[in-house]
């Protein structure tokens, strides 16, 4: 019987050999493994629906909720979907390899600075089992070796997304340790994972809050982060009116249960008058909860609108939900002053005529992404043109914002010399 | 009384203020704090021999090493040099505000990436005084707020140096909260320190390997680590000798208590006659004892040439002393597969004359910076041209290799719009 430690150690050792071997392929190498993967996902429909159904079933008995049982269930589209996504990955460039930056120096020595993969992955997520596919596939492109520990809920599902990845690697020559699944929900495997730093280069949660915290807390290696994401829309003295209607019912009400949507909204007092009432209006009509100070109570009431009084606690919360807290600010400054106090650095967003204005709030505002006269809900892989993504980043250090492939690279020197020695 | 999380607490909010302020400081305004510290540091020489001079006596009292003793020791010409670096950082462009990355997207966003500070960054070091300044000078001029967690031994000495930064800031009208210095040898305000992640972005460890293993284990936040260099040159068949001895010299004896020297010789076979005891020879004059494999013992003695049998453990040891561990490798691939395994990432080399070799060693060496006939001691910051580094980063995310200004440097991205909203 292997303790968590040796099971780890074992993982470990076979996904740095794969590293290895896995991270000097090719593109067309690459690109036949994510081939052959699609294909056997979607000849493998009825098998991983039926392994699927035994999740559905363990869930149900276990009273689990009907969204998490929404979360668990795949069903012929969603397999589909599943298995677009991965030849979407396929059809990506190749991140590794790109030559980043070029010196000669004096003494002749030519340094180059090439993208090469960061060499063995953790992803520890939860119940979607789609998450398996993925992150595989992300990992693969990028030249990684992966180790996937994913939640109890869904491991028959995840069993068979694992066998087929690894039966494509296989069928295409290659290692099939580029990817491992972790095949239990012991939690001791997972502590013992999080201290493997000697095997795995970074780890990405991929979950809920408290997850991302036990990891960040436990991780001995570098965690790639995903935070919550609370966001705000500021309307400046100078902002459009339909631009601002039209930009903070994107920003809250297409998706509210994202990370990039809107929690705040702050407004200039000098155009709250005027402009408060019309943009509120528009939100209440959406069904939006307004949690206003005490001048933009003032303002909504005036309007006949409905709101609650804010309470501090609402200015820092990420609702996920068909709420907005509304804040009246003196000045732009204030206004970024207020951000940057209560946001959590996500991504933030300025209506304004002014680019004097905007330029002001985009260099100040400490976010990942900063928007002048565009909705939040754009700080996301594909509208960034990066293509699949693996999660949107609060960290400030490797990647901040959308993390693709380039994201899940690092990179190495290169030093050509012609018998050059230190003095 | 104030608790060790109230003290941290303390320093955290001030030193996110102090960020936010002088992340925007343009080159200019840090200049001149920069000029201003290196000149405060020549006129103060001889209140920080005198606070340096407490510190000694304690050191001394306390039975200190002669060689820590050395570290802490400043005298004039180390005080003079320390104030060389700060004009040098000075003069150094400055990261901050660099475009990065544009693109227009179909929808037409325009995207940029530029680069800022991280925000605040954490700096936990042993006994060395200068690192106090050094560290100060780096975060300053990459527009980052620091907290700076010094050795007890170096109280006093570090006291005086912290002082002198901040009334530098003062001088020039900025907030001297840009670089706080935590007052107390206390470890657990150091372990509140690590921690306290909704304020520090980063933690760079700055010492042995003791201290930075303690704080990847306990930081919340991402660090900066600075492992140790296990180093190998390889001797490919087709190496010039002249070349193998000049560059095997310089990599073990130039300075062989640093992280870039080699502790490694690997020879592929088909040249070990020929060269190994031309190469050995060479360093057994300069008192290098080698630790031979069989094969390179039987070479060596057929040679009359001192050696040492190597054991297991010698291959992944870091001697940091005229010691070298000497393997006989059948082919370039068993030679790579050596350094993969033993090796710890940071600085490898080959020499030979076929560009074919070269190009699969660097491809599939598995380290920071791969050298073709160059001295692996070139790994360093200076040597690179990024000016002056804070470490060398044995991690792979973020930063690989030399750390200068621009990898204490996050980016974000400013999106211009004209009323986009996604659908």
Same mark, same amino acid.
């Given at each position: 019987m292997q303790t968590p430690e040796q099971y780890i150690e074992q993982i470990g050792q076979n996904a740095r050999a794969a590293a290895l071997v896995w991270g000097v392929a090719d593109a067309a190498r690459k690109n036949a493994v994510l081939k052959e993967l699609s294909a056997r996902i979607r000849s493998g429909v009825e098998k991983i629906i039926a392994a699927n159904q035994k999740d559905l079933d363990a869930g149900k008995a276990a009273g689990l909720s009907a969204a998490l049982i929404d979360r668990l269930t795949l069903n012929p589209e969603r397999i589909e979907k599943m298995a677009q996504r991965v030849d979407q990955v396929a059809a990506l460039p190749d991140p590794? @390899? =790109?030559?980043?930056e070029r010196v000669v120096r004096p003494n002749g020595l030519v340094i180059r600075k090439v993208r090469v993969p960061i060499g063995v992955i953790g992803v520890i997520y939860e119940s979607r089992p789609n998450v398996t596919v993925d992150c595989a596939a992300l990992c693969l492109k990028s030249g990684n070796a992966a180790i996937l520990r994913g939640g109890k809920e869904a491991i028959h599902s995840n069993a068979i997304l694992a066998q087929l990845i690894r039966e494509s690697l296989q069928a295409c020559g290659e290692t099939p340790d580029a990817v491992q699944w972790i095949n239990t929900p012991d939690r001791a495997v997972m502590a013992a994972m999080l201290k493997a730093d000697q095997y795995i280069h970074c780890i990405i949660p991929r979950g809920g809050e408290g997850l991302i915290r036990f990891v960040a807390e436990n991780a001995r290696m570098p965690v790639i982060k995903h935070y919550n994401g609370v966001c705000s829309l500021y309307l400046d003295k100078d902002a459009d009116a339909a631009m601002s209607v039209q930009i903070a019912l994107n920003a809250k009400t297409q998706r509210p249960g994202v990370c990039n949507a809107i929690e705040n909204l702050v407004v200039h007092e000098d155009a709250a008058q005027t402009l408060l009432p019309v943009v509120a209006q528009a939100l209440v009509e959406k069904n939006v909860q307004l949690r206003a100070d005490e001048r933009a109570a003032a303002i909504l009431k005036a309007a006949a609108l409905p709101f609650v009084p804010a309470q501090e606690a609402d200015w820092g919360t990420e609702y996920l939900d068909l709420v907005l807290s509304v804040k009246i600010a003196d000045s732009l400054e204030e206004a970024v002053a207020f951000i940057n106090r209560y946001?959590?650095?996500?991504s933030e967003a300025i209506v304004t005529n002014n680019p004097e204005a905007a330029r002001i709030f985009q260099t100040t505002v400490d976010a990942a992404a900063v928007f002048w006269n565009a909705s939040t809900r754009f700080n996301d892989g594909f509208e960034f043109g990066l @293509?699949? =993504?693996i999660g949107i980043s609060t960290d400030r250090l490797h990647a901040r914002g959308p993390v693709g492939l380039r994201e899940l690279c690092s990179y190495k020197y290169l030093v050509d010399g012609t018998g050059q020695v230190r003095n």
């Amino acid at each position: 019987m292997q303790t968590p430690e040796q099971y780890i150690e074992q993982i470990g050792q076979n996904a740095r050999a794969a590293a290895l071997v896995w991270g000097v392929a090719d593109a067309a190498r690459k690109n036949a493994v994510l081939k052959e993967l699609s294909a056997r996902i979607r000849s493998g429909v009825e098998k991983i629906i039926a392994a699927n159904q035994k999740d559905l079933d363990a869930g149900k008995a276990a009273g689990l909720s009907a969204a998490l049982i929404d979360r668990l269930t795949l069903n012929p589209e969603r397999i589909e979907k599943m298995a677009q996504r991965v030849d979407q990955v396929a059809a990506l460039p190749d991140p590794v @390899g =790109e030559q980043l930056e070029r010196v000669v120096r004096p003494n002749g020595l030519v340094i180059r600075k090439v993208r090469v993969p960061i060499g063995v992955i953790g992803v520890i997520y939860e119940s979607r089992p789609n998450v398996t596919v993925d992150c595989a596939a992300l990992c693969l492109k990028s030249g990684n070796a992966a180790i996937l520990r994913g939640g109890k809920e869904a491991i028959h599902s995840n069993a068979i997304l694992a066998q087929l990845i690894r039966e494509s690697l296989q069928a295409c020559g290659e290692t099939p340790d580029a990817v491992q699944w972790i095949n239990t929900p012991d939690r001791a495997v997972m502590a013992a994972m999080l201290k493997a730093d000697q095997y795995i280069h970074c780890i990405i949660p991929r979950g809920g809050e408290g997850l991302i915290r036990f990891v960040a807390e436990n991780a001995r290696m570098p965690v790639i982060k995903h935070y919550n994401g609370v966001c705000s829309l500021y309307l400046d003295k100078d902002a459009d009116a339909a631009m601002s209607v039209q930009i903070a019912l994107n920003a809250k009400t297409q998706r509210p249960g994202v990370c990039n949507a809107i929690e705040n909204l702050v407004v200039h007092e000098d155009a709250a008058q005027t402009l408060l009432p019309v943009v509120a209006q528009a939100l209440v009509e959406k069904n939006v909860q307004l949690r206003a100070d005490e001048r933009a109570a003032a303002i909504l009431k005036a309007a006949a609108l409905p709101f609650v009084p804010a309470q501090e606690a609402d200015w820092g919360t990420e609702y996920l939900d068909l709420v907005l807290s509304v804040k009246i600010a003196d000045s732009l400054e204030e206004a970024v002053a207020f951000i940057n106090r209560y946001d959590s650095a996500h991504s933030e967003a300025i209506v304004t005529n002014n680019p004097e204005a905007a330029r002001i709030f985009q260099t100040t505002v400490d976010a990942a992404a900063v928007f002048w006269n565009a909705s939040t809900r754009f700080n996301d892989g594909f509208e960034f043109g990066l @293509g699949a =993504e693996i999660g949107i980043s609060t960290d400030r250090l490797h990647a901040r914002g959308p993390v693709g492939l380039r994201e899940l690279c690092s990179y190495k020197y290169l030093v050509d010399g012609t018998g050059q020695v230190r003095n």
